[in-house]
Nanobody, 117 residues
Framework: QVQLVESGGGVVQAGGSLRLSCQAS??????LAWFRQVPGKQREFLAS???????NYEDSVKGRFFISRDNAKDTAYLQMNNLRPEDTATYLC?????????????WGQGTQVTISS
């Protein structure tokens, strides 16, 4: 099993920054990704990063959000800059583990980010 715990959310003013963390434990995780969820809307992919550091971003957050990873700490980070009220959401971490020919995915509980105008 893999456990993922997000942290770093909070309330910030528009234009501010936050850094979210996703701590993984249990089995080794391959790709870690960040998503966000607003009630009544589809979960939105934001960014992902492999163990080798290859990253991928959703177009709408490119240049504002930056994903990084520390394999020694089994932790992924999401640096979010120039935050906007529309960034308000629950931010979730997803881990993917490849084992015995299949991919298993795991989700954290999420951390709330609220941007005030």
């Amino acid at each position: 099993q893999v456990q993922l715990v997000e942290s770093g959310g909070g309330v910030v003013q528009a234009g501010g920054s936050l850094r979210l963390s996703c701590q993984a434990s249990g089995y080794e995780v391959g790709t870690l990704a960040w998503f966000r969820q607003v009630p009544g809307k589809q979960r939105e992919f934001l960014a992902s990063i492999t163990r080798s550091g290859q990253s991928n971003y959703e177009d709408s957050v490119k240049g504002r959000f930056f994903i990084s990873r520390d394999n020694a700490k089994d932790t992924a980070y999401l640096q979010m800059n120039n935050l906007r009220p529309e960034d308000t959401a629950t931010y979730l971490c997803r881990g993917t583990r490849y084992y015995s020919g299949t991919y298993d995915t795991y989700w954290g509980q999420g951390t709330q980010v609220t941007i005030s105008s």
